[in-house]
C-alpha cells in the first residue's frame, strides 16, 4: 500500500471513530486499532489526534469544495449558479459542524483554530465568488464597480450567517436566512 492509500486508509478510518466517540475521547489508539495499523504507523504520518482531526476535516472541506463547483458548472443561469452556491456553501457547512462535534465545538469557542483549517475554503471561496461576479458583469446581471469588496464582504456575511446557523441547529431558520441572503446579494434592498 503506497504512503499516499495508506493515509487515507488511516484518515477514512479516524472519520468513523471520530463520528462514534467524538474528537475529546477518540484517542491515537482508537484511531491505530480502528485502521488496523499500529499506533507507530500513525505517528508516521501525524504528530497527534489533533492532527488527525485537522485532515480529517480538510479532506472533508476538499469534498465541499469538490460538490460546490461541480454543482455551479452544472447551473446554467448566473441567478441560479448564486442562489445554488450561498445554498449548498452554508449547508455544506452546517452538515460538517453536525457530523463533526469537536469543529461544532471549535466554531463557537475557539474561531482562530477553526480559521486554520479553514484558509483552503476561503482562499478557493473567494476564487468562486469572483467567477460568479465576474461572470455576472460580463452577463450584464450584475452592476459592481468594486468586485474584490463583493467578494470580500459575501464571504464574511457568509461566515456571520454559518456561525449563527451553526449555534441554532434549526431548518426553518437555515432556510429563512438563505433565502433573505441570496436576496439581498441578487436584488438588493430598494424597490425597482
Do not use: C
Not at 458548472?73 to 463533526?100: G, V, W
Not at 483552503?120 to 460568479?132: C, G
Amino acid at each position: 500500500m503506497n504512503v499516499k492509500n495508506s493515509r487515507d486508509a488511516i484518515l477514512n478510518q479516524a472519520l468513523t471513530i471520530f463520528g462514534q466517540l467524538g474528537f475529546h475521547k477518540t484517542t491515537m489508539a482508537d484511531i491505530a486499532n480502528a485502521s488496523k495499523k499500529g499506533r507507530r504507523t500513525i505517528y508516521t504520518y501525524f504528530k497527534n489526534k489533533e492532527e488527525v482531526y485537522e485532515a480529517v476535516v480538510e479532506r472533508e472541506i476538499d469534498r465541499v469544495l469538490m460538490k460546490l463547483k461541480d454543482e455551479i458548472a452544472s447551473t446554467p443561469a448566473i441567478q441560479l449558479k448564486f442562489e445554488k452556491y450561498l445554498d449548498s456553501r452554508i449547508r455544506a457547512m452546517l452538515q460538517l459542524t453536525k457530523n463533526y462535534d469537536a469543529l461544532k465545538i471549535a466554531f463557537i469557542n475557539n474561531y482562530r483554530w477553526v480559521e486554520k483549517i479553514r484558509e483552503r475554503l476561503d482562499v478557493e471561496e473567494k476564487k468562486i465568488l469572483l467567477e460568479l461576479y465576474k461572470l455576472g458583469i460580463t452577463q450584464q446581471h450584475f452592476t459592481i464597480n468594486d468586485v474584490e469588496a463583493y467578494v470580500k464582504n459575501t464571504s464574511l456575511i457568509i461566515k456571520g450567517i454559518e456561525l449563527m446557523l451553526i449555534r441554532e441547529e434549526n431548518e426553518n431558520l437555515t432556510t429563512t436566512h438563505i433565502k433573505s441572503l441570496q436576496h439581498l446579494l441578487l436584488y438588493g434592498l430598494l424597490a425597482r
